[in-house]
């Protein structure tokens, strides 16, 4: 097995109990037609026998683990499926409440690293005849929206197709070319490229942060607000809250047509106005809004290849503002103000700029990197667009998917949203000492839906 | 508040993934008459009304977590108590194997340094009729000994009481002396006694380990044996496996009269058949007998105090003999020329080697510290006397409690029995990695005793 590159391990080295650096997906299926009570735990024991696991899913960072210096890959000989593969079940009365209670508390333990890092969790005794998987992957092997495109990849569009493999199996049904390790991998379109462009940046240290730092900077420079300090922005704990929930795309879209704003716009708005709901509950709203960092796919001007580049817009939130049709116009007009910015752009540049996501992550990760004060954004809220059809898991429908992601220091809060079956899915992933309640954000998003639906409909 | 003894700060500093340095204690309860599905929802609930958290309980550890240097103690003025007290469901069926498997999983992971060092799992699905406990206090807050008092004085010997506290509240019904801070705790007879004195050797560092080691080797030349390698003197991961099961002490004691040994003389014989048969299947027995480290309580010859004192003796496991009578016989003659080793000693000397069970934990903690080759004994089997009455939680009668210790560096396996309500409670606590199907131990347990009932009575 090979050195890590650097930009490898620099996820492994800048792993600590107050900063676990693994990605996570949360999915709810259907249990199929005719499913008995044995199901779930039936299914565990078959896929403890597909022991043929894919080099990714083998891997283990090997030689001095915790110290510094460069680290290794090795292949883990011993694979104990029994640890990766998990049965859990919830306690009474079963609800997404005790579900979401559960991924929580997966989500914030540090994954073993003398085994290959990841692990995959069914879940039973979730009410309205469903189960759930929650599944942990190290950024070191995979960024969060491979992840996410991996467990997609893993179901059938065919509610009659049997016999599929776990995503761990080297025999899985469709391409599994972007579950090949890092570096490895050819380069995936969207986000997840770009991604591996700003790893690259990561890898550099201090210098690539200084410069991803100035780019924001300057994009800054040309909007006419600036972040304010939240209680978003400060150090974080290891111990994790998350809250998930998906909403029709056709009540966004209906919103979105009649204000002229897009699907994304809608969705920042609702973001906007339960937040701006949700601080004010707890005392700690901001006099100037809340700026979002919203990473948007852009047209590159002078691509060849013909694909997307990833830019990064930074949005206001308008949470100053008290009308929700208000704030919705504010998002608009702030969207369409950051995507001139890009206009005209090379794609050098675009990539140069698609770093800014991952800035925070990349200043906490070099050490002694200095601590931006104001913070350049308050929280990062993407979106990554899914499969418009349902999927199935061996007959089993697939309700929803929604990210579990990465906060970082002084990002106490990621919000990421994806698109599956029309509905648009929500997944929120704060620290858990500095984002108390975080599961009321979910009734204030219907909430600000309800109220734009009302206003503008 | 003061900073820490170096005796609590070195628990933390020795503590990593590879290493967690808490131990834990799992009870099981049944449900009492007329409780309803939602009984232990409610219960838990309604222990999270129990704001009033005593000191103990409240203490996390502050300054620069995870760095080297002297660590001071702070009050959690923000303590979320729904973190610490967690309601966890079983996946059907809710066997006890079910149960085993999540309080493997909940032992292996870290308590999380900004927040008190302890959690409280309410654990329901359990089959028969019941629920579990599942108890996880940091090292550096009290000694597994100290914790299991703990739990005992929560509980009580009415079936009738209610209105009972946790054990985290100052006001729990019976004297809380011994869930003080360390330090501020009058001394505690018998094995946590000597735990103390042990963490002030710990304190001395290299060369209180040099010394304790110095006391083995010669405890060992007056023997005529000396431990082999074996699979259990490995360095170990952080994944745990833990397994627990109680048997009749009647049943016990009976084998006892007819071959003329004590309740644990016969304890450490199931043990060495159970661990004979255990490594035959798995093909890693040593030509040479085991050796097992065996706490015993022994009367000071000089003691003022009229107090016990604490004695290790090194035991053959004679786990090289094929007939379970003579390996019974081996170990009644191994215990009896130890305590002989301890006559006409003074307390003081007794003291000094009571240090040895802790010395395993003592050097993987001192930085740097040589690995003793070969292994000064195999495993450590300690027996912790408990309560003889059944005891209740508010009604809810105690079916068993078992000890959830911590392996260490060269030390992969534990045993830890404790006695409760006529039954000998066997708790084995093993990494994961190295101490595969734990659980098998526990059908040669009862097959090693059902073996000398044959041959004895």
Redesign the interface.
């Known amino acids: 097995m090979p050195m890590m590159p650097v930009t490898d391990s620099m996820f492994l080295l800048g792993e ?3 900063h676990p650096l693994h990605v996570g997906g949360l999915q709810l299926f259907e249990l199929p037609p005719g499913a008995g ?2 199901y ?2 039936d299914m ?1 024991r078959e896929l403890l026998t597909e022991v043929d696991v894919q080099p990714l899913f083998r891997r283990r960072p090997r030689g001095p ?2 110290s510094l210096g460069q680290l290794a890959w090795a292949n883990d000989d ?1 694979l ?1 499926l029994e ?1 990766h593969v ?9 609800r997404v409440r ?1 579900l979401l ?2 991924v929580s ?1 997966l989500h ?3 994954l ?4 290959p890092l990841w692990e995959f969790h069914l879940i ?2 979730l009410q309205g005849n469903r189960f759930a998987v929650y599944t942990k992957v190290h950024h070191a092997l995979v960024d969060g929206v491979s992840a996410l495109r991996l467990l997609q990849r893993s179901l059938s569009p065919d509610a009659d197709e049997r016999g599929m493999r776990p995503p761990w199996s080297p025999r899985m049904r469709t391409n599994a070319a972007d579950s090949r390790p890092r570096g490895e991998a050819p380069p995936f379109q969207g986000l997840a490229a770009a991604a591996n462009v700003v790893r690259d940046l990561v890898g550099l240290g201090p210098a690539a942060a200084k410069y991803v730092n100035q780019a924001f900077r300057e994009q800054s420079a040309t909007l006419p607000f600036e972040a304010p300090k939240s209680m978003f922005n400060v150090p974080i ?3 994790r809250r998350f809250a998930a929930q998906g909403w029709p795309l056709e009540r966004i879209r209906a919103v979105g047509a009649a204000a002229g704003a897009t699907v994304n716009d809608v969705m920042l708005a609702m973001c906007a106005g339960a937040l701006r709901q949700y601080m004010l509950e707890l005392g700690t709203l901001p006099d100037k809004p809340l700026v979002a960092a919203v990473p948007i796919s852009l047209r590159a001007e002078d691509s060849s290849s013909g694909g997307n580049a990833i830019g990064l817009i930074l949005c206001t939130l308008a949470t100053d503002l008290d009308d929700p049709a208000d704030r919705l116009a504010a998002i608009v007009e702030s969207m369409r103000r950051g995507k001139q910015f890009y206009d005209g752009m090379s794609q050098l540049q675009i990539i140069a700029l698609s770093a800014i996501p991952f800035a925070p992550l990349a200043v906490a990760l070099v050490p002694g990197a200095v601590r931006l004060t104001p913070p350049p954004f308050n929280l990062l809220i993407s979106n990554v667009p899914g499969p418009k059809a349902p999927l199935y898991w061996n007959g089993a429908r697939m309700q929803g998917i929604y990210p579990v992601s990465i906060p970082a220091e002084g990002q106490a809060l990621n919000i990421t949203v994806t698109s599956y079956d029309g509905s648009l899915e929500f997944g929120l992933t704060g620290c ?2 500095s984002v108390p309640h975080l599961q009321r954000l979910l009734a204030h998003l219907e909430t600000e839906l309800a109220a734009l639906e009302k206003q503008v409909l």
């Open positions: 600590s109990r107050e009570p044995g779930v735990s565990h683990v915790g011993l104990d640890y998990r049965l859990s079940g919830l306690p009474t009365p079963g005790e209670e559960l508390r914030g333990s540090l073993d690293r003398h085994r039973e005794g704990t290891g111990a858990r000492r």
